[in-house]
């Protein structure tokens, strides 16, 4: 009996703080990953094919980066999920974990788009013609990424400061903070893709939130 409260008071002090280092790991390699794309890729569908020579060791950066910032996604997601316990509502928590994966699959699809452009260039096809697919792969790379997987991530943030709101595990300024810079991915993506840094400066936060916490409850 001794044995298991041990293990299980362990368990409570070391969960956060993985989760803590999972978030500032794939808060840091998706930012670098957008910032990556971001520069290389030109904001404007229309604006011709140079950009592809120009940014592709960027690009090809940012593909090698993203699969190790998803896999720090998906730890965080299960450490926090693994934190909540007990507390855990099934409706938000569904919410939570079902956006969250929609995010990353979305996320990864953009991604792969603009390495499949990169491999779709050189290949001698008309001048036309190649115009026209990489305009339309870049046109398919903003609705993914900025229609869809920004808005899940905005419902990821507002699941989960639920979450939070309910069971009291975070300060309330990060619950209301959290809200509002949801509904911001939410209304104004539209406005600019640098918008879409929030959500890994978001996690990165409340990472190093966490870790903090973490540490005064050891102290």
């Known amino acids: 009996m001794l044995e298991a409260n041990l293990e299980k008071d362990i368990r409570r002090l070391t969960t956060p703080r993985a989760a803590a280092i999972a978030g500032i790991l794939f808060g840091l390699l998706f930012a670098a990953c957008l910032i990556l794309l971001r520069t290389s890729i030109p904001a404007n569908p229309s604006a011709g094919t140079d950009w592809i020579e120009q940014g592709a060791r960027q690009i090809i950066i940012a593909l090698d980066l993203m699969p190790f910032a998803g896999v720090a996604f998906l730890w965080f997601i299960g450490v926090v999920r693994d934190r909540l316990g007990r507390y855990e509502d099934q409706f938000f928590s569904s919410v939570f974990f079902g956006s969250g994966l929609l995010f990353l699959v979305l996320a990864f699809i953009s991604t792969t788009i603009a390495g499949s452009l990169i491999a779709f260039h050189p290949n001698g096809a008309d001048a036309a013609l190649e115009r026209e ?87």
Do not use: K
């Open 133 to 219: 697919i990489i305009y339309f792969g870049r046109v398919m790379m903003i609705y993914f990424s900025n229609l869809f997987a920004i808005r899940m991530a905005g419902v990821f943030m507002i699941s989960l400061a639920t979450i939070w709101l309910r069971t009291g595990l975070m300060p309330r300024w990060l619950v209301m903070l959290t809200y509002l810079l949801a509904i911001s991915l939410l209304i104004i993506i539209n406005l600019s893709l640098w918008v879409t840094l929030i959500f890994p400066a978001w996690v990165l936060m409340i990472s190093i939130e966490t870790l903090f916490l973490n540490l005064r409850h050891s102290t």
